[in-house]
Antibody
């Protein structure tokens, strides 16, 4: 079955960096774009970034543009989010999500999320 | 950016009774390919979101038929025909026509 497992979250000081990972299984990872979506404590969902199946195209929300980068290693079935210059407002649960059913354009599978807390 | 506005933000419902959530977008969600990429997700307490409905009215695999979606253009509705205890949670609409944005969420609770 489809599984997405995030890791790498933790407590980090403002201005520091953190790298999140998302390990995928149960589907052909190398043929799908993958996304990061975050949720601040007690708040709603915010799309963060996306990467195409081959890593050739990358997209970012304005709130993280220039600070976050997204990458993938298809040989390891893993997605990454490199977060630099972290701010308190980046505190959130970070989910990886995919649109497995191609014509739905909806996030049909989600990981359990990893919590990032930016605090001094 | 397209702004998604949900109403109500909270909805107390009696078990077995219907519930309805509205979602309005700041501009039309009709894509240049003719499709409307509006979906609905459910987030139960402590869980990641779960897809219920895609492209306005298509139920995702395994979603009970008491959930239905409707609408067009900028106005959309999620309906639950008879609310069950397991339906408690927060419901989000999401558009994928132009980038991706979510509504603020509607909390469904039992009276």
């Amino acid at each position: 079955q489809v599984q997405l497992v995030e890791s790498g979250g933790g407590v980090v000081q403002p201005g520091r960096s953190l790298r999140l990972s998302c390990a995928a299984s149960g589907f052909t990872f190398s043929t799908y774009g993958v996304h990061w979506v975050r949720q601040a404590p007690g708040k709603g969902l915010e799309w963060v970034a996306a990467i195409s199946y081959d890593g050739g195209d990358k997209f970012f929300a304005d709130s993280v543009k220039g600070r976050f980068t997204i990458s993938r290693d298809n040989s390891k079935n893993t997605l990454y989010l490199q977060m630099n210059s972290l701010r308190a407002e980046d505190t959130a649960v970070y989910y990886c999500a995919i649109m497995l059913h191609g014509d739905s354009w909806a996030f049909d599978y989600w990981g359990q999320g990893t919590l990032v807390a930016v605090s001094s | 950016d397209i702004v998604m506005t949900q109403t109500p933000l909270s909805s107390p419902v009696t078990l077995g009774q219907p519930a309805s959530i509205s979602c309005r977008s700041s501009q039309s969600l009709v894509h240049s390919d003719g499709n409307t990429y509006l979906s609905w997700l459910q987030q139960r307490p402590g869980q990641p979101p779960r897809l219920l409905i895609y492209k306005i009215s298509n139920r995702f695999s395994g979603v009970p038929d008491r959930f239905s979606g409707s609408g067009a253009g900028t106005d959309f509705t999620l309906k639950i025909s008879r609310v069950e205890a397991e339906d408690v949670g927060v419901y989000y609409c999401m558009q994928a026509t132009q980038s991706y944005t979510f509504g603020q969420g509607t909390k469904l609770e039992i009276k």
